[in-house]
Every structure is written in C-alpha cells, then in structure tokens.
C-alpha cells in the first residue's frame, strides 16, 4: 500500500505495540515493545517514501525511567545515530 502526498512533512504519533490482527506484542518485554513500535514507524515512512534517517526527532515514553537504556539501543539498532 503507499500514500499519496500533498506535503513534504509525514507526522506519526501514538504508536503502540500492536500486531495487525490487534494483539500486543511481548506482552512485558520492553524491547519486543521497542521494536514493533519503531516498526510501524519505519513502515509508515517508507509507505511515503521516507525511511527513519529521515525522522527528525523521536519521543519515547516510558512507565519506568530506569527502562531508557534498553528502547534506546533498539532505536540505534534501526536508526544509528
């Protein structure tokens, strides 16, 4: 599927660890988490023909600040900064 633009800027929010037929993914695995929702991330773009070293800027919320290191690495696994 690809999207149709009429502007040069692609804006996703809320993403969420959620497979396609609706169910959570690694239910209390924080980095099974990471990666299906910097997933949906990465597709989303290329569907617009952009990638995630086009992404200027990403925001993670976390339920423990103690988790940061862990989501951080998997996003620098997808997107090396």
């Known amino acids: 599927m690809s ?4 502007a040069p800027y692609v ?9 396609s037929d609706g169910q959570t ?3 209390g695995e924080l980095v099974a988490q ?3 929702c910097l997933g949906i991330i990465q ?9 995630l070293e ?3 800027r990403t925001r993670v919320l976390l339920m423990r600040i103690e988790d940061w290191e862990a989501v951080i690495k998997v996003r620098a696994q997808l997107r090396p900064i």
């Open 25 to 27: 993914v690694g239910v």
């Open 3 to 6: 999207l149709e633009l009429h």
């Open 34 to 36: 990471a990666r299906r």
């Open 11 to 19: 804006s996703i929010g809320g993403t969420a660890p959620v497979a």
């Open 43 to 51: 597709d989303v773009l290329e569907r617009c023909g952009a990638g």
């Open 54 to 56: 086009d992404a200027v």
